[in-house]
């Protein structure tokens, strides 16, 4: 199997293009079909002469992930399942902009994509890591994935269509897998996308959200780009969190604070902190005061969201006026605290479901 095109960095086809005594305009005119055009097939790039394009294609595989399925409709959440090359499935989810906060501007979305097949850390309220890790996403697939929802969106008849070139104009990667520990094939990725050669969508518009893995955080404070960071602490003392979310163990509280605190340092940027409210484990009073010290601490806002069941788990959510009153405990606290009265609830919208859902239906099916 060749290397996809979208998975090599500028630099390395750069080499390839001096290498192959092209001028760098030409490379120019690639990333542009490859970034800002979408394209995915060889022939569509009609001002590349086609002795390039022939070379191209000899050395590289174009190929964008291809839907499976997608549920939801327009102005809704929606969400995308993907076939990857080798048949693994993943899934992103397309968050149309609140109305309330953007105007009628219904041409903003927030794409939520996925880092990996499955995922090792095994969180016990998450349906991505139920059965195991399978394998890293390539560059080309986790940005693949947002060119994908792109251009299946330019497809729809124009009564269905958002009528915009950059559907999506905000990205979190907090979909199946863990980001940090496919860190490099991230990085690639976000610089294609974020770059003014790529699809030009600014930093500050990436979150990239983390379980915890305190040297990655440490990595994502050093690198140049302003991305964003989101921590999905769900809960504020070792013993309650330990009990959500195995990392806790290698990486307590007391690490990953210092580690944020370097990210907020270096960056100055206001970093996120996610928290699921689940019945009779984090949700209790004696969570409020530890929460909204750390956010204190961090400067950071609170984003509380009342879980989502997931069959074959057993935990579930508080009734909603808990989950208020946990909210505006926090904020008597004096944190910004946001309550996610979920969208998406009736198609599977917390990560890892719709595949899992899927994979467990292929492999009930009759031969
Ligand atoms: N591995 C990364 C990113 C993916 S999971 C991380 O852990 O941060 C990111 C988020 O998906 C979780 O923090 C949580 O906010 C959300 N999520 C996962 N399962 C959920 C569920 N059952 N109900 C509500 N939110 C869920
Ligand atoms: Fe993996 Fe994140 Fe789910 Fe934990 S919450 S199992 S790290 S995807």
């Known amino acids: 199997m060749l290397p996809d095109i979208r998975s090599q960095s500028r630099a390395a086809l750069a080499v390839q293009f001096a290498a192959w005594s092209e001028p760098t305009y030409r490379l120019d005119q690639l990333l542009g079909w490859l970034y800002a055009r979408r394209a995915a097939h060889w022939d569509e790039l009609t001002n590349l002469p086609r002795a390039l394009r022939e070379k191209l294609a000899a050395a590289f595989a174009l190929s964008l992930p291809a839907i499976m399925k997608v549920q939801g409709a327009r102005d809704t959440t929606r969400k995308f399942l993907w076939r990857l090359d080798d048949g693994s499935l993943v899934e992103s989810v397309l968050i149309p902009a609140n109305p309330a906060l953007y105007g009628d501007r219904s041409?903003?979305?927030?794409?939520?994509?996925?880092?990996?097949?499955?995922?090792?850390?095994?969180?016990?309220?998450?349906?991505?890591?139920?059965?195991?890790?399978?394998?890293?996403?390539?560059?080309?697939?986790?940005?693949?994935?947002i060119l994908a929802v792109e251009r299946w969106n330019a497809g729809l008849p124009a009564d269905q269509r958002v009528e915009t070139d950059r559907v999506v104009n905000n990205i979190v990667v907090m979909g199946m897998g863990e980001p940090m520990a496919n860190y490099?094939?991230?990085?690639?990725?976000?610089?294609?996308?974020?770059?003014?050669?790529?699809?030009?969508?600014?930093?500050?518009?990436?979150?990239?959200?983390?379980?915890?893995?305190?040297?990655?955080?440490?990595?994502?404070?050093?690198?140049?780009?302003?991305?964003?960071?989101?921590?999905?602490?769900?809960?504020?003392?070792?013993?309650?969190?330990?009990?959500?979310?195995?990392?806790?163990?290698?990486?307590?509280?007391?690490?990953l604070t210092e580690a944020c605190e370097y990210y907020v340092e270096k960056k100055g940027k206001m970093i996120t902190l996610e928290y699921i409210l689940i019945d009779g484990v984090n949700a209790g009073r004696e969570q409020v005061k530890p929460l909204a010290a750390l956010?204190?601490?961090?400067?950071?806002?609170?984003?509380?969201?009342?879980?989502?069941?997931?069959?074959?788990?057993?935990?579930?959510?508080?009734?909603?006026?808990?989950?208020?009153?946990?909210?505006?405990?926090?904020?008597?606290?004096?944190?910004?605290?946001?309550?996610?009265?979920?969208?998406?609830?009736?198609?599977?919208?917390?990560?890892?479901?719709?595949r899992l859902k899927t994979e467990r239906e292929l492999a009930d099916a009759p031969a």
């Open 295 to 354: 956010a204190r601490r961090l400067h950071a806002k609170v984003n509380l969201i009342p879980y989502n069941t997931v069959e074959g788990l057993a935990w579930k959510r508080p009734e909603e006026n808990a989950c208020r009153a946990f909210a505006a405990a926090v904020e008597a606290e004096g944190v910004t605290t946001t309550l996610r009265l979920e969208k998406g609830h009736d198609i599977d919208a917390a990560c890892g479901q719709l």
């Open 184 to 255: 490099d094939h991230l990085m690639t990725a976000l610089r294609s996308l974020n770059a003014s050669w790529g699809a030009a969508i600014g930093a500050r518009k990436i979150t990239i959200s983390t379980s915890g893995v305190v040297p990655r955080i440490r990595n994502l404070a050093d690198e140049p780009e302003q991305f964003r960071l989101a921590i999905s602490l769900h809960g504020a003392t070792d013993d309650v969190r330990v009990q959500i979310m195995p990392i806790n163990r290698k990486y307590p509280l007391r690490e």
């Open 107 to 145: 041409d903003r979305h927030t794409l939520c994509i996925s880092t990996q097949v499955g995922c090792a850390y095994g969180c016990r309220f998450c349906a991505s890591g139920l059965d195991g890790w399978k394998r890293n996403l390539e560059p080309h697939e986790i940005a693949g994935q």
